[in-house]
T-cell receptor, first 112, second 113 residues
């Protein structure tokens, strides 16, 4: 079965620095989505990148997708303390009801 | 901005009891989902629902689970006889017809004692 697996599992940086998180998956996908989760809270949708796209921007977020390597990266520029959260990638299948398969996530800590 | 809502935010129940978790998806969405997240673990797919029927379900979604869209706005998940291992955060999500984005509710934390 396909999986989204994030790397690193935990990342700690200083406020103002850029944070890069990576995700790998195993099978063909329709699209890949990134979500943020504050501790014990809900999943906030950040960005969706389709399988025919290579890069997408939204504010301070930049997502890349390399379908040949089955990998994606999420870059958060000019990080803020409020960006402290867990970040998950989620993939869906080419066929089917488009259930999402989540990775374990990257725990990002922004130090003031 | 439209959002998915879920009630209750926290449910405590005794083992063997029935629980119903409620969700109101975004109003013009047509695909509905339930996921769960056991503390410290991945978010796991449970079931998807489209056109008033289940379109896909996972191995977790056994006979103890059922879903229903009783009216035009609510989407419910029922667990008939809860087990300790059902303790988790349960998320509802919905998606529009054309877009791939799934939007999640804030979750219901279910604690089975």
């Amino acid at each position: 079965s396909q999986q989204g697996e994030e790397d690193p599992q935990a990342l700690s940086i200083q406020e103002g620095e850029n944070a890069t998180m990576n995700c790998s998956y195993k099978t063909s996908i329709n699209n890949l989505q990134w979500y943020r989760q504050n501790s014990g809270r809900g999943l906030v949708h950040l960005i969706l990148i389709r399988s025919n796209e290579r890069e997408k921007h939204s504010g301070r977020l930049r997502v890349t997708l390399d379908t040949s390597k089955k990998s994606s990266s999420l870059l958060i520029t000019a990080s803020r303390a409020a960006d402290t959260a867990s970040y998950f990638c989620a993939t869906d299948e080419v066929l089917g009801a488009q259930k999402l398969v989540f990775g374990q996530g990257t725990r990002l800590t922004i130090n003031p | 901005e439209p959002e998915v809502t879920q009630t209750p935010s926290h449910q405590v129940t005794q083992m063997g009891q029935e629980v119903i978790l409620r969700c109101v998806p975004i109003s013009n969405h047509l695909y509905f989902y339930w996921y769960r997240q056991i503390l410290g673990q991945k978010v796991e797919f449970l079931v998807s629902f489209y056109n008033n029927e289940i379109s896909e379900k996972s191995e977790i979604f056994d006979d103890q689970f059922s879903v229903e869209r009783p009216d035009g706005s609510n989407f419910t998940l029922k667990i008939r006889s809860t087990k300790l291992e059902d303790s988790a955060m349960y998320f509802c999500a919905s998606r529009g017809l054309a877009s791939g984005e799934q939007y999640f509710g804030p979750g219901t934390r279910l604690t089975v004692t």
